[in-house]
Structures are given as structure tokens and as C-alpha cells.
């Protein structure tokens, strides 16, 4: 990646990967048809069609265009053979959710990422319903088998904050005899409620608490998916860091349990505004500018962390450059994602040669430090990638950036994207 002499233009966000996957897991247990445009066309959500069209759904994809053809949740069939998640923890994790009520074997699996990636916080409430499931460790790492069946509503505090996780548990508890009732120590996306709201479904929230009947038919239902805001933050962070950039980010989602990034860079001093609002009351939407900045140090912890938990690997690299220290903490999260993404932002960043002392839920930066070449990698981790791609554009003279493909999970045209904003 070579240095950059300033960013201009404006781009399209390509859309929200976690709505992408929630509009075909939703269109194939509702009845009718569901139509999606701007469908992120990206690994992860590729590997989610894959998976419910061996479940016998009729999905027809084409580019971000999607429509599915649903049958209810008595429409799934039985797969004889293994469903492969690919790197999808999203995937993988709302479908064991999904298919705990439905009446039939199902064998779960995925890369060695994702055999890593714990699956206990999903299954112990699951089978407190009433499923069936195995695996490695008594059902905490795949390979992953559900024999599916009657579940009953519970009342669950999560440990932990994950949209996940509840959204597991609301696929679960839509199947279920009676109310589920899940309890938050923190907001987390709030995609799946919406979801359900806009196929028909009922939900209620009060507080920190989601409940939901089971029993209930959705039905189809079209969808236009919002630019992924934590594929924008790459760009964001471009826009402020190169000396001479303006650039405007197109379609971005704007749902307030996503836009902890916008707060942290309000208090970094940031030079963003939102320039355009959709309106849409399902998923709100905008346009934002963004220009060169100067940035401050700050604290980022909290009920913020689950606001921008994906967004934390490009604020420490935002953190590199602020005038004084940045310390994220309460993001021991960040240990259980593609990669330990506390330890291996700051290695990668570290040799480039940031300041950056890891603690064991976070990191502490030293900023205003300029960053020289050197060889990265991104580990396997899309998010990694990215953020060192926008790394080397700020380099004393670029970078060699290894192992590049897994950038093609969330932002397939992230290049083309950045190519097309050069001076």
C-alpha cells in the first residue's frame, strides 16, 4: 500500500453485513416473497444463501439483489450433510438459534476461525430451552449438531453484550411455547427487532428487556439494506488522517446501536458532518462528509463498547495520530473475533511503529507517533486488513500488506473503493 498524497470523491457504502444476513434468514421463514436490494455480496453473507439454499430454500441472487421465496419455518428441510458457515460467526450463531425448533437433524461447521470462536454462549441458554445440541466440549466449538424440537420460552439475563447471542435466542424464542424474555447488560444492534417488526412479527422492548411470543407467522417483506457503517469507518478514518482529504460516504446506516463510532470521533474533534438523512424508519440512513483533521485523545469504554466493537481496530489506528493518549477498555470482546484483535492490532500496528501497551480488555495509545514501512498481515481477519491498508496510506512510504483475500468477507471492492478516491 503506498503512501497517499490526499483522498477526494465520494463512494457508495456497499450494505450492512449484519442486515444482509438477518434479510435472508427472515424472508426464508416468512411466508411469501422477500425482495432485498443492496445485499452485501461479500463471503460471509454468501456462505448464510449457501446454507438455507441446502435447507430448500428458493433464493435467486444476483449481484445485491436477492429475492427469496419462503415458505414459513415448516419450510426448511432437513440437509443431509454438513451446513459450512465459512469465517460467519453471524451465520453460524443465529442459526443454531434457528434451527433448535425446527424438527430435524441439522450438522453445523465452518473454518478454523470459527473453530475457535466460542459457541457455548448461545448453546447453554438454547438447551435451557429445551434443544438438543453437541459438539466439541460439550457443544462450545464446532462441528456443531442440533436435533431440532419443541422449545419452551425462558427469562435470560445475557453475561455479555452480543446481538448474536440475542438474536439466537429471538429465532429460538419465535418457535418457542410461551414468552422469552432477554435481559442486556448493555444496547447491542438492534437489527433483529427491527427485522421482526418489519415481517410482521410483534416484539416488545422495555429497558434493557426484548420479549417476544413464540408461535408468530411472519411474512415477506422488501428491504433496502443501508451502507454498513463499520465498513465506512475505513474511510472515515481515511478522510481524517491523509493531510488534503474530503470525502463524501454515501448510504451509510445510521441506527444509533451502531453509530458509537460517530460519538468517539465527536470527542477526538473530529471533521464529519452529516450532510443527508433517509427518513426510513426501519433502518435510517445518510450521507456523510468527512475531512482532514487534527484529533484528540480520548477514553472509549463502556455502554459505548458494544456501539462500535467492530469499529475498535481503525480507532486505534485513528488513536495512533491524536494529539495525546487513547485508552479502550471493557472490549475483552475483542479476544473472541476472527482474531484476538487486541493483540494482534497492536503487533501489526507496533510494527509500523505505534505506541500501544495491550491490557487484558483493551489498549492504552500513545498518539502523534508517525508510522514507517514495514511488512503487515491482516491475520485472516478483514477488519485487521482494512485498517492496515488505511495504515499504509499514512506511512512514511507504504507498506506490504500480506494476505489481502480476506478483505473480500465484508467489502469486496474495498481497492476499488480507495483506488477510485486518489488524487
Known sequence: MPASAGLSGEI???GDKSISHRAVMFGAIAYGTTAVKNFLPGNDCLSTVSCFRKLGVNIEASGTEVKIAGNGLQGLQEYNGLLDVGNSGTTIRLMMGLLSGSPFVSRLTGDESIAKRPMNRVTAPLKDMG?????R???KFIPITITGGSLKGIDYSLPVASAQVKS???????QAKGETSITEIAPTRDHTERMIRLFGGKIETSGKTIAIEGGQKLYGAEIEVPGDISSAAFFLAAGLLVPGSEIILKNVGLNWTRTGILDVLEKMEADFSIIRTSGDTFEPSGDILVKHSRLKGTTIGGELIPRLID???VIALL???AEGETVIRDAAELRVKETDRIETVAAELR???????TTPDGMVISGGTKLGNGSVTSHGDHRIGMMLAVAGLISNSGIELRDTESIAVSYPDFFIHLDSLQK
Open 168 to 174: 439466537a435466542l429471538l429465532l429460538a424464542g419465535l
Open 12 to 14: 457508495s457504502i456497499p
Open 131 to 135: 434443544a438438543m445440541i453437541d459438539g
Open 319 to 321: 488513536a495512533t495520530q
Open 137 to 139: 466440549e460439550n457443544g
Open 311 to 313: 469499529e475498535l481496530p
Open 351 to 357: 510494527k509500523l511503529g505505534a505506541k500501544i501497551e
